[in-house]
């Protein structure tokens, strides 16, 4: 047991455990205080791999911009009245868990077949702010400028569809 | 070392959690958070992917998938909040129609 792995195991304990969390808590609020715990995790893992940027990333947008964004919509909200009644398609929600253990099986013997399975890369990948720099703006320019493009839009559609109609 | 098939196989794990947060609950802003928790297993999959392939482009998608990401809960919450305007009501199972 090499230090890395014993910190993959805590780390994907943490992760799935509150990954669950989340989908079993039955308040929002608590649902999106996992999110933040389980976001945090992930960027432990980027870290981990050595992608820096990516981890500096997601804790600034996800853990920090997201997750606020959503525990600020459960505070204008206040939802939670809509999960205490009786549920009417509580026979079909049951469905859901095969489902959900048949898409684990088909994953688990994908993984297994082998595809995966290559002798992993020698060279260690570059993962800080000066490489992915360079990859964006050289290969992957044309996504770079369309990804600004999708965010403007998204910007005015927000602000359309929540500005309230003046009579 | 930790195994490049490790990181995947918990990729998996953590999907088919968020699918099942999708398919059970009614709350649509925990919907939401369980697409974040997919979005994710896959981000970790394609660092995972990139560190076994030796190249930098898994990391540059899951800088994509940040931005489509942050746009995706910017406009889902927008529209959220405009159902709630007009219904006062938040439950997944009575928007069954497109039209208000």
Request: aromatic share 8%; with cysteine; charged share 10%.
């Amino acid at each position: 047991m090499t230090p890395a792995i014993v910190t993959f195991w805590i780390l994907a304990v943490l992760a799935v455990g509150s990954a669950v969390g989340l989908v079993l808590r039955r308040n929002p609020i608590h649902g999106a205080l996992f999110l933040v715990v389980h976001l945090a995790t992930l960027g432990a893992f980027f870290l981990q791999m050595r992608a820096e940027f990516l981890a500096a990333a997601q804790v600034i947008v996800y853990a920090g911009a997201i997750a606020v964004l959503f525990v600020f919509a459960i505070m204008v909200l206040i939802p939670g009245r809509e999960e205490t009644g009786p549920d009417p398609l509580r026979a079909q929600r049951w469905l859901a868990v095969p489902v959900g253990g048949l898409l684990l099986i088909v994953l688990a013997v994908m993984l297994r077949s082998g595809l995966f399975r290559g002798a992993p890369a020698t060279r260690t990948v570059p993962g800080g702010v000066a490489a992915i720099g360079l990859e964006l703006f050289t290969d992957y320019l044309y996504p770079f400028e369309v990804t600004s493009v999708l965010l403007l839009a998204a910007l005015v559609g927000v602000i359309a569809l929540t500005k309230r109609r003046t009579a | 070392m930790v195994p490049t098939s490790w990181y995947v196989g918990l990729s998996a794990v953590l999907f088919v959690i968020g699918v099942l947060g999708v398919l059970v609950r009614r709350n649509p802003l925990v919907i939401f958070m369980s697409i974040e928790i997919m979005l994710n297993a896959a981000n970790l999959a394609f660092v995972a992917f990139g560190q076994q392939h030796g190249s930098v482009d898994g990391q540059a998608l899951v800088f994509f998938v940040l931005c489509v990401a942050a746009a995706e809960v910017a406009v889902g919450l927008a529209i959220i909040v405009a159902i709630f305007r007009l219904r006062r009501r938040l439950s997944v199972d009575e928007l069954s129609l497109m039209r208000g």
